[in-house]
């Protein structure tokens, strides 16, 4: 008879098991929670009874099949760490102004106008813009849950809060699990949080002045940008949540930790928070579709399961394109120098150090999609600002530091120089941190979005925000819509919305 080996990982007698959700179940949720966006839009635009009905059985196919596809993902996360993780995202997103008890940058105006409009006015309701009823027409799936629960209690500002770092901490939490113990997510954690370009360098060579000033916005010192995390969770934490979301995604599909249909399902449904978060996950998407065929691992439910949730995402993607025409989308390199000094300083040094370290042929091709996108995306220009460059960039930028942690976990070639890399770089969201320290909380939003957007950004036009009603498909035009009156001539804010403490 054959002696059996001792099992030495059976708990011992009394041993507690520690308290731990699975991270098929986050994910879970945090497709649940795109997908109520995408029905809370329809009676956001007066849609009926039955056209919501519809759409929010869409949502239960598809939150039921991404449960279903993570039936078999047995990884789960300690209650401990997960509590942490939401800790950290409220923090975080609390020093960027929401909340209200600190300082909020300039975007905030608007920001904070939308979610008031939002909330105080019954939907569907319409601006007057040029003699014309016009609709708010913007990624708004950030305000929707939000401000349809302020409805109700009122604290719109403090909802935001709340889900925003419920879907931030949830996202973090899914993030560790990519990594095996706890120093690799330790190191990962403060690389992909600090993760920013050399900005204090090239500010020091171009414009000296930005690093002077600690409550200075450092990444505009070329006029182009590749925005650091901070700076994303501070200013535009919706583009950041949709591209980090999508990013998460494919690490994980990357890690054979879920399949190609539940890296794809949710991908459709981002748009409503940032649909140029979802373009720059599309080059990542075409790497799985293409690995997947090439392996013979191409299920009829990685494409039938996708195809439930883009219906469910065809209002939200119908909603964002209307009347779009009218902000201009232009292919330009408008500034050489710019471009060429954005690259060298925040992307060139990260693309040639993991060139020359260790690497598979599909570690090779991931680096190449990074690449095009870095070096694409500056090109491409949506109305007068870089935006595009600015939100398409997440998904690759958040792979890009990934993959510098695990270069850092494994002290493998060229750690030591990236180390000093991500030093430099850590200026930029230092200078984001000092300036929510050092000046006074933003005052209270007072106007509409209307008036808001004319105090800071009039000159970029308002079409970017909203479109005429005659503009949206007849299936998403409303038959009646609420005006939003004018503000006549009350200020938005009481005091100047930036003063130092």
Request: contains cysteine; glycine residues 8%.
């Amino acid at each position: 008879m054959t002696a059996q080996p001792i099992r030495t990982d059976l708990p011992s007698p009394g041993a507690t098991r520690t308290p731990a959700i699975r991270r098929a179940h986050l994910l879970t949720a945090l497709t649940g929670l795109v997908s109520l966006d995408a029905v809370l839009l329809l009676p956001f635009l007066g849609a009926g009874a039955i056209a919501t009905g519809v759409a929010a059985l869409l949502a239960c196919a598809v939150i039921a099949a991404m449960h279903r596809a993570g039936r078999a993902d047995n990884a789960e996360i300690p209650v401990g760490r997960l509590l942490s993780c939401l800790a950290l995202a409220a923090m975080l997103l609390m020093l960027g102004g929401e909340g209200g008890l600190l300082y909020a940058n300039p975007d905030w105006q608007v920001r904070n106008a939308v979610l008031g409009d939002m909330t105080a006015y019954a939907w569907p309701f319409a601006y007057r813009v040029a003699g014309a009823d016009a609709l708010l027409r913007a990624p708004i799936g950030m305000y929707l849950v939000p401000a349809l629960l302020a409805k109700a209690t009122g604290g719109a500002g403090i909802w935001l809060l709340v889900q925003n770092s419920l879907a931030a901490g949830l996202s973090l939490a899914i993030g560790s699990t990519l990594f095996k113990d706890r120093r690799a997510r330790r190191i990962a954690a403060a690389v992909v949080i600090g993760f920013s370009g050399m900005d204090a360098l090239g500010a020091a060579l171009i414009q000296p002045a930005l690093l002077a000033s600690l409550d200075a916005h450092l990444e505009a010192w070329a006029g182009l940008q590749f925005s650091s995390t901070i700076t994303l969770l501070f200013w535009v934490p919706q583009h950041g949540l949709s591209g980090w979301t999508g990013a998460l995604l494919y690490l994980l599909w990357r890690r054979r930790a879920i399949s190609l249909s539940a890296f794809l399902m949710p991908l459709p449904l981002l748009a409503l928070w940032s649909p140029f978060g979802l373009a720059g996950i599309l080059p990542f998407a075409g790497i799985a579709a293409i690995a997947s065929i090439a392996a013979r691992r191409l299920r009829a439910t990685d494409i039938l399961l996708p195809g439930v949730s883009t219906l469910l995402a065809i209002p939200s993607l119908a909603y964002m394109t209307a009347g779009s025409a009218s902000v201009g989308v232009v292919v330009t390199l408008a500034d050489p120098r710019a471009y060429g000094s954005v690259e060298s300083f925040e992307v060139l040094p990260f693309l040639l150090l993991l060139a020359g370290s260790r690497r598979s042929r599909a570690e090779r091709i991931e680096l190449a999609v990074i690449a095009a996108v870095l070096f694409i995306a500056p090109v491409i220009w949506v109305g007068r600002n870089c935006d595009f460059m600015m939100r398409a960039s997440i998904p690759a930028l958040t792979v890009l530091a990934v993959r510098v942690a695990e270069v850092l976990i494994g002290r493998r070639k060229g750690a030591a120089a990236l180390i000093a890399i991500l030093a430099i770089g850590a200026v930029t969201p230092l200078h984001e941190i000092a300036r929510a320290l050092l000046d006074r909380p933003a005052p209270a939003v007072r106007c509409t979005l209307i008036k808001a957007f004319d105090q800071t950004y009039a000159e970029q036009g308002i079409s970017q925000y909203v479109a005429p009603v005659a503009a949206f498909p007849p299936a998403l035009r409303p038959r009646g819509v609420h005006p939003v009156p004018t503000d006549g001539g009350r200020a938005c804010w009481d005091r100047p919305w930036m003063s130092p403490r």
